[in-house]
C-alpha cells in the first residue's frame, strides 16, 4: 500500500535554529499539507499546496514557514528561526482524487 | 474561521460498551470525514460522507452525516480494546482544500 514518508522521524533544535522537514507524498496525489499537533491536542492545519503553490495557509503559517517542492517528489517545510513554541509532531499528508488524506508517521520536532 | 468542536473530549468505556462522539461545525462542509489516531500514531482516514443524512456503516462502526451537513457523529457497537485511540472528524468547507481536523474525541477502553 502507498505511503506518506517523513524525515527525520525525530529532530532537537536549538531555539533560532532553522529547520527543515521533509516529506515524501504519495506519487499519483495532486495535493500536500503540513499539519501540526501539539502533545495530546488537536490536529492544526499549517499549509495545503497544489500544482506548485500555496492554495490556502492558517495564521499558524506566518512569514518563519515556507514549504516547496523542490524536485517534484519531496515536499519540505521549512521553519526559518524556531520558536520553543514550535515544538510539536508535524504531519505531512497527501490528498487522493477522492478526496481521503493519507498522513505520515510525522516529525517530532523538539526546540530547545 | 472555521471551527469544527467534537464532544465529549474524553470517554472511558468498558470493553463491551457502546461509544459515540458528536461533531459540529460552524460552518457547512461540502463533506465529513472520519479519523482514527492511535497513541503514539498518525491519522488514519476512516471514511468519507458526502450527501446531506448520509450513513454508512463499517462492521461496528456507525456513521451519520447531519441533514444541514454542519453535523455528523461515530458510533461504535461494542467496543473493543482495538478502539482505543482518538476520533477526529474533518470538514472540507465549500471548494477549498483546507481539510480542518476538529477537537477529537479521546476514548479508552478498558476490561
Known amino acids: 500500500e502507498p505511503e506518506v514518508t517523513q524525515t527525520p522521524s525525530h529532530q532537537v533544535t536549538q531555539m533560532g535554529q532553522e529547520v527543515i522537514l521533509r516529506c515524501v507524498p504519495i506519487s499519483n496525489h495532486l495535493y500536500f499539507y503540513w499539519y501540526r499537533q501539539i502533545l495530546g491536542q488537536k490536529v492544526e492545519f499549517l499549509v495545503s499546496?497544489?500544482?506548485?503553490?500555496?492554495?490556502?495557509k492558517s495564521e499558524i503559517f506566518d512569514d518563519q514557514f515556507s514549504v516547496e517542492r523542490p524536485d517534484g517528489s519531496n515536499f519540505t517545510l521549512k521553519i526559518r528561526s524556531t520558536k520553543l513554541e514550535d515544538s510539536a509532531m508535524y504531519f505531512c499528508?497527501?490528498?487522493?482524487?477522492?478526496?481521503?488524506?493519507?498522513f505520515g508517521q510525522g516529525t517530532r520536532l523538539t526546540v530547545v | 474561521g472555521q471551527q469544527v468542536m467534537q464532544i465529549p473530549q474524553y470517554q472511558h468505556v468498558q470493553e463491551g460498551e457502546d461509544f459515540t462522539t458528536y461533531c459540529n461545525s460552524s460552518t457547512t462542509l461540502s463533506n465529513i470525514q472520519w479519523y482514527k489516531q492511535r497513541p503514539g500514531g498518525h491519522p488514519v482516514f476512516l471514511i468519507q460522507l458526502v450527501k446531506s443524512g448520509e450513513v454508512k456503516k463499517q462492521k461496528r462502526l456507525t456513521f451519520q452525516f447531519g441533514e444541514a451537513k454542519k453535523n455528523s457523529s461515530l458510533h461504535i457497537t461494542a467496543t473493543q480494546t482495538t478502539d482505543v485511540g482518538t476520533y477526529f472528524c474533518?470538514?472540507?468547507?465549500?471548494?477549498?482544500?483546507?481539510?480542518?481536523f476538529g477537537t477529537g474525541t479521546q476514548l479508552k477502553v478498558e476490561l
Open positions: 499528508a497527501s490528498k487522493s482524487f477522492r478526496g481521503e488524506a493519507f
Open positions: 474533518a470538514g472540507f468547507t465549500g471548494g477549498g482544500n483546507k481539510l480542518t
Open positions: 499546496f497544489y500544482n506548485n503553490e500555496i492554495s490556502e
